[in-house]
T-cell receptor, first 112, second 114 residues
Framework: KQEVTQIPAALSVPEGENLVLNCSFT??????LQWFRQDPGKGLTSLLL?????REQTSGRLNASLDKSSGRSTLYIAASQPGDSATYLC???????????FGQGTTLQVKP | KAGVTQTPRYLIKTRGQQVTLSCSPI?????VSWYQQTPGQGLQFLFE???????NKGNFPGRFSGRQFSNSRSEMNVSTLELGDSALYLC?????????????FGPGTRLTVT
């Protein structure tokens, strides 16, 4: 049974810092991994999708990497801003369907 | 292109009642998935519909059901509501619902059961 873990559960950093969020999964046979952002009480915003054949994806100040063999993904946020404060969730797809298995998320606070 | 829309956004119901939530996917998307989000359990998969057929189902009791219409809009129904059903219900749409598709989420319906 696939399980997804995100560490740390919460993180507080000063504005301008570069930071890394971690995601690990127990079954390396994934089809893809997706990172999302969730603001309090809101839906999920897709940030990056990494297919199983890819090693990384970049969008602006965000860079996500994937190491299937070790069951790990990282989300790198460069030059953090207060507007980056949110909960970040990673999710994997294990079968060739749309079913996402989510981690519990990392709640990020960026202080001005 | 309009995003995923969900109605209603907020709902308050009493134990024992039933509720129906609606989700309209992005135009052209044929797959709709539903998730329940609670502080204790996080995000859990309920079911997925593709071309009006349930293709995948999570580990939820039979009180949770859904359907999809020919225009890909989907509804989720919960019967005999329990206090533990209070949650944020999210739907997600994707083009074909296969592994190479990015999933797009709606704003959610906040259900409170009293």
């Amino acid at each position: 049974k696939q399980e997804v873990t995100q560490i740390p559960a919460a993180l507080s950093v000063p504005e301008g810092e570069n930071l890394v969020l971690n995601c690990s999964f127990t079954d390396s046979a994934i089809y893809n991994l997706q990172w999302f952002r969730q603001d309090p009480g809101k839906g999920l915003t897709s940030l990056l999708l990494i297919q199983s054949s890819q090693r990384e994806q970049t969008s602006g100040r965000l860079n996500a990497s994937l190491d299937k063999s070790s069951g790990r993904s990282t989300l790198y946020i460069a030059a953090s801003q207060p507007g980056d404060s949110a909960t970040y969730l990673c999710a994997v797809v294990s079968g060739n369907t749309g079913k996402l298995i989510f981690g519990q998320g990392t709640t990020l606070q960026v202080k001005p | 292109k309009a995003g995923v829309t969900q109605t209603p956004r907020y709902l308050i119901k009493t134990r024992g009642q039933q509720v129906t939530l609606s989700c309209s996917p992005i135009s052209g998307h044929r797959s709709v998935s539903w998730y329940q989000q609670t502080p204790g359990q996080g995000l859990q998969f309920l079911f997925e519909y593709f071309s009006e057929t349930q293709r995948n189902k999570g580990n939820f009791p039979g009180r949770f059901s859904g359907r999809q219409f020919s225009n890909s809009r989907s509804e989720m129904n919960v019967s005999t509501l329990e206090l533990g059903d209070s949650a944020l219900y999210l739907c997600a749409s994707s083009a074909t619902g296969t592994s190479d598709n990015e999933q797009y989420f709606g704003p959610g319906t906040r259900l409170t059961v009293t």
